[in-house]
């Protein structure tokens, strides 16, 4: 029976083994799948893809915003949970009174 150590050697190199076929498959598989998207007339934006991120600052809710945090983070103040930034200003010992807008 093989040892810990040459069995484990014997994983890494599966291991990289399988990540050079994953490399080397890669290309053709983008190719398969840009070939397909364009016979469907499929976009990013149809399968659902980040289509340029969370814009910063944005409210989940629908309250216009109150205060504006020292990077620019926007907060209405509503009930539930504080922003990072609302918690750290209080645990300070300010007021958030100089961050209303």
Do not use: H
């Amino acid at each position: 029976m093989a040892s810990y150590s040459e069995l484990m050697a014997q994983a890494q190199n599966l291991m990289a083994q399988a990540e050079q076929a994953r490399k080397d498959e890669l290309a053709s598989v983008i190719a398969d799948i840009k070939a397909k998207m364009k016979q469907f007339g499929i976009t990013t934006a149809d399968l659902g893809g980040a289509s340029g991120g969370k814009k910063a600052g944005k409210s989940k809710s629908g309250a216009p915003a109150k205060y504006r945090g020292p990077n620019g983070e926007l907060w209405a103040g509503g009930p539930g949970r504080k922003p990072e930034w609302v918690r750290a200003v209080l645990a300070s010992g300010k007021s958030l009174d100089s961050y209303l807008i």
